[in-house]
Every structure is written in structure tokens, then in C-alpha cells.
């Protein structure tokens, strides 16, 4: 902790307060640096009692048109522009929460593992550990690792190639997943070519994986709660601390630019139920004014959805 707030202490500190919240951004840790280099830790607020500071695997491609779904090209090229085959910059945003008996980790990245293949498709961008390090962050030091989901851009770090075993990267961490996730893993549907047994399977064999079953609490002011659409089990990770609450709400609204209830990602296996989910969140979020955590966004990490104009959805970069 020390070292933190040592390293917290060089950085040039903009402080603002918004409805409870008291956010640091550090002008010195920019999420987007370019390519190559870790990235550091782009951002860190207080809620309530607990830290959160936002972590980043690095940025990757997806192509332009599965990002955006049934959106067409000249409505979302106005927010983002696409390389010359057609991708889009993504990010791979992980969220430690520090509530001072614990230290959670939610998502893992891509992680450092990618077959070439999806590493040519996609980036293998591996910062994590880099930018946990920056932080002052040892893998030792966490000691509950959350997964959204189980695709492979969601769990990369869960696991690690060591001495030719795959063992967990973070020892000491309790994992939690939803057992019908899990589940889905294993069935050969749509999206099969998404999940990599290595970042999960040897997990649950050594039972260091909880495989739940709903929403629960995990620890006390952290709770996961499923939201179907993107896949059927994915849960968010809902964050309460001193009255305030925090969500990361993963693939369900997974930047800024996909608050709208219809701009939803063609990888989503319902997107219906997405749609439906999007509702039952924002029916919360919004009145009760929830810092959204965005899990793709390539430079927002996280920020407060409200209400403008002519019902339009924005986010307040808190
Ligand atoms: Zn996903």
C-alpha cells in the first residue's frame, strides 16, 4: 500500500468530486500510449470505503462490423474509424477493487497464451501484469479473481504456461465464474472458437474455481448478478461501498458507444435478451446514479450513463 500511494505521489493528480465519488485521474497513465509499452494504471477512485483502480491488458482489434452488430458502418464510423481491414480499437479493461480485507481482481485480458492464429486476428497486447506491477500489484497480492464470462478476452490471465503446466497465475486467488458458463463452455455452440480451455479447465480440476450458481455475494460489498444477452450465464460484478455503487457490467454494454438498447454486438448469442437486460440495468443505474465500468472502451474505463436530451443515453466522464 505504501508503495502505491508512493507511486500515486509522482503522478500529476486531477481530482474531482462528483455525487460521492472522489476520482483521480493520473495525466502521467494514459490508456491509449500507442503501441507497445505498458500502459499503466489510467485510473483510480474511492467508493465509499474501497479503492478501485483500473487496469488495462492493452488495446486489441475487433473487426468494425462484429463490434457494432447490425449498426450500420456509416452511423458508427462518425464515433470511431476503422483500420484498413476494417477493425476497431478495443480495450481490455480489468477493474482491482481493494476493500482493505480484500483484494479482487475482476476480468483478466487476453492474458499471454493466444493461439498465433487469434493472435494475428486479434493482438496479444499481454500488459496486465506490467500494469498491476506499475500499480504496485503483486499476482500474490490478490486474492479473489472474478470472470465475467469465459470468453477468451475476459479470462486470458487466469492461467499462465509455466514449465510446460499451465497453473494459475494469481496463487493465492479464489476464481468464481458461473457453473452455466462453464457449462457453455463445453458445448460446441456459436460462439465455441471464443473459449480456451487452458484459461479455465485447469482451474476447476485443481478446485481453485468457484462455479456459482446465480447471483451471489462474494465478499462483503461485492456481489455478481447475471445479466443474459451476451451469452446466457454472464454475470456482472456489482461493486457497493459507503452508499455508492459501482457495476462492471462486461459484454452487456461492453464501451461508451454502445449505451444505446440496439446498438448491441453481433457476437451476442441473444441479442434480444440483451436488449431486455440493457433495460433492467439502466432501470437502476441511471436513478441511482451507478458508476458504469466499461470492459472494451479503448480510453474510458468507467463513467456515470444519464439521461439527455430527447431520452438520448450519454456517459459522464466521471
Ligand atoms: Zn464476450
Not at 471464443?194 to 485443481?206: A, G, I, K, M, R
Not at 474510458?300 to 466522464?317: D, I, S, T
Amino acid at each position: 500500500m505504501g508503495g502505491r500511494a508512493k507511486y500515486r505521489a509522482r503522478c500529476d493528480t486531477m481530482i474531482a468530486r462528483l455525487a460521492g465519488f472522489k476520482i483521480a485521474w493520473h495525466s502521467c497513465c494514459a490508456l491509449i500510449a500507442g503501441e507497445g509499452g505498458p500502459r499503466h494504471t489510467l485510473a483510480h477512485l474511492t467508493l465509499g470505503k474501497f479503492e478501485l483502480i483500473a487496469v488495462s491488458d492493452g488495446i486489441y482489434h475487433l473487426d468494425g462490423g462484429a463490434f457494432f452488430g447490425v449498426v450500420p458502418k456509416v452511423l458508427w464510423e462518425r464515433k470511431v474509424k476503422a483500420d484498413e481491414h476494417n477493425r476497431v480499437p478495443a480495450g481490455l479493461n480489468s477493474v482491482i477493487v481493494n476493500t482493505g480485507d480484500h483484494t479482487v481482481l475482476i476480468e483478466t485480458g487476453i492474458g499471454n497464451k493466444l493461439p498465433e492464429r487469434m493472435a494475428n486476428i486479434y493482438g496479444m497486447p499481454a500488459q496486465l501484469l506490467d500494469n498491476l506491477a506499475a500499480a504496485k500489484i503483486a499476482p500474490e497480492d490478490i486474492d479473489i479473481v472474478i470472470n465475467s464470462h469465459l470468453h477468451f478476452d475476459h479470462c486470458g490471465w487466469n492461467t499462465i504456461r509455466r514449465g510446460g503446466k499451465i497453473v494459475a497465475t494469481f496463487p493465492k486467488a479464489r476464481y468464481y465464474v458461473q457453473q452455466g458458463e462453464w457449462r457453455h463452455a463445453h458445448s460446441q455452440e456459436r460462439d465455441a472458437i471464443s473459449y480456451l480451455s487452458e484459461n479455465y479447465d485447469p482451474l476447476v480440476e485443481s478446485g481453485q474455481m468457484t462455479l456459482l450458481r446465480g447471483d451471489q455475494e462474494i465478499v462483503p460489498g461485492i456481489s455478481v448478478e447475471v445479466f443474459s444477452g451476451h451469452t446466457r450465464d454472464m454475470q456482472a460484478i456489482i461493486v457497493r461501498s459507503g452508499g455508492h455503487t459501482a457495476c462492471y457490467i462486461s459484454d452487456l454494454i461492453p464501451s461508451s458507444l454502445h449505451l444505446d438498447l440496439n446498438w448491441v454486438m453481433a457476437f451476442d448469442l441473444y441479442p434480444l435478451e440483451t436488449i431486455e437486460s440493457r433495460k433492467r440495468y439502466y432501470a437502476r443505474a441511471l436513478p441511482e446514479k451507478w458508476l458504469t465500468m466499461f470492459t472494451h472502451d479503448p480510453s474510458l474505463p468507467w463513467g456515470h450513463v444519464e439521461r439527455a436530451e430527447m431520452g438520448k443515453l450519454e456517459v459522464k466522464a466521471s
